[in-house]
């Protein structure tokens, strides 16, 4: 064996460890991309929710939706709007303080995880917003919910009494 065989024949496993895992690694992409699911868009879809009907002396309300993103990726809802609502519907989360109270504390937006969903519920994220006229349970109010990277999809919840289930 010549010298060049040997120096090629001693740099052939440092050429074939990279080689091999450029290759395994093109081989998973590819597999990704068959499956549809690089780079694909948030898709958002949302099933017409329920808002509760004022109670008490409190004028302020919730509105809570179940939203789905059957897309490759994340988004987030940063905020919704409604023509039956008084001034802005505030995008909310449920807190509790160590004394056992509760309180609702404005939040800028909520994730929307790729390929899952978010609930939202009287313990988590809801819309908070105030009725331009009086509600019955029943009414249907119309919203649009506004998403980071979604754009704006129309949607409804249906006016439920105190008590019933958020969903």
Request: with cysteine; aromatic share 4%.
């Amino acid at each position: 064996m010549t010298r060049t065989s040997r120096r090629l024949a001693g740099a052939l496993p440092a050429v074939l460890v990279p080689l091999a895992a450029c290759s395994i690694a093109l081989g998973g992409l590819t597999t990704w991309v068959g499956t549809g699911n690089a780079g694909s868009p948030a898709r958002i879809d949302v099933v017409p929710g329920r808002v509760y009907l004022p109670f008490g002396d409190d004028r302020d309300t919730a509105a809570y939706f179940e939203i789905a993103n059957p897309g490759g990726s994340p988004d987030r809802l940063t905020g919704a709007t409604s023509p039956s609502a008084r001034g802005e519907i505030a995008l909310t989360r449920h807190r509790g303080t160590d004394a056992g109270a509760a309180y609702r504390e404005a939040i800028s937006s909520a994730a929307v995880p790729a390929g899952g969903a978010m609930t939202m519920s009287p313990h988590g994220v809801s819309l908070t917003l105030r009725p331009k006229t009086r509600w019955r349970a029943g009414d249907i109010v119309p919203m649009t919910l506004h998403f980071e990277h979604g754009g704006r999809i129309r949607t409804a919840a249906v006016v439920v009494g105190p008590g019933s289930s958020a969903r």
